[in-house]
């Protein structure tokens, strides 16, 4: 069964400060993989997608995510964070041939002044 | 307007009601979701619709129903509301295809709480 697992239900960084948001994957097959932004009393709204081409993906507002198959991960990172990146990010997978996305259980991102 | 249109964007009940989430798009999109979210288990899947005749169950379906009245059109209901049905609920919309079928494009949520 594919799945994902999110380390860390809350993360907080420094304005500036590096941002790195963790997602492992359990595939025997790479899957397609997603990253995934809600704002505050929004819906969610996609970020980025790794779709078997290049292994480093960039998303929208300066985020990009690295496809590592030995490790399964798919880890979300932003050089410098920025008061408008608070929100939750979710990291979701779906399997080759496979019909729906399955989304891990998010992180929330607090940016501290 | 939004492109995934949800009511009511917030509604209270009772035990025992029923209750009818309401789902419009104006994608064109022929995929229609349901899903819900609850604190620390992110996003489940309770239904899915590829076209006006094909309505699937996901994770979570029971005590849920749907229709797809129209291709624009997804509605969820719950038939006699429980408390643990309390959460915030979210209709997506996708494409068809290998990278539109990906690309989930979510309404801004409809919260219930059931007393």
């Known amino acids: ?113 | 307007d939004a492109d995934v249109t949800q009511t009511p964007r917030n509604r209270i009940t009772k035990t025992g009601k029923r209750i009818m989430l309401e789902c419009s798009q104006t994608k064109g999109h022929d995929r229609m979701y349901w899903y819900r979210q609850d604190p620390g288990l992110g996003l489940r899947l309770i239904y899915y619709s590829f076209d006006v005749k094909d309505i699937n169950k996901g994770e979570i379906s029971d005590g849920y129903s749907v229709s797809r009245q129209a291709q624009a059109k997804f509605s969820l209901s719950l038939e006699s509301a429980i408390p643990n049905q309390t959460a915030l609920y979210f209709c997506a919309t996708s494409g068809t295809g290998r990278s539109g079928a990906n690309v989930l494009t979510f309404g801004a949520g409809s919260r219930l709480t059931v007393l």
């Open chain 1, 1 to 113: 069964a594919q799945s994902v697992t999110q380390l860390g239900s809350h993360v907080s960084v420094s304005e500036g400060a590096l941002v790195l948001l963790r997602c492992n994957y359990s595939s025997s097959v790479p899957p397609y993989l997603f990253w995934y932004v809600q704002y505050p009393n929004q819906g969610l709204q996609l970020l980025l997608k790794y779709t078997s081409a290049a292994t480093l993906v960039k998303g929208i507002n300066g985020f990009e995510a690295e496809f590592k198959k030995s490790e399964t991960s798919f880890h979300l990172t932003k050089p410098s964070a920025h008061m408008s990146d608070a929100a939750e990010y979710f990291c979701a997978v779906r399997q080759t041939g496979a019909n729906n996305l399955f989304f891990g259980t998010g992180t929330r991102l607090t940016v501290i002044p």
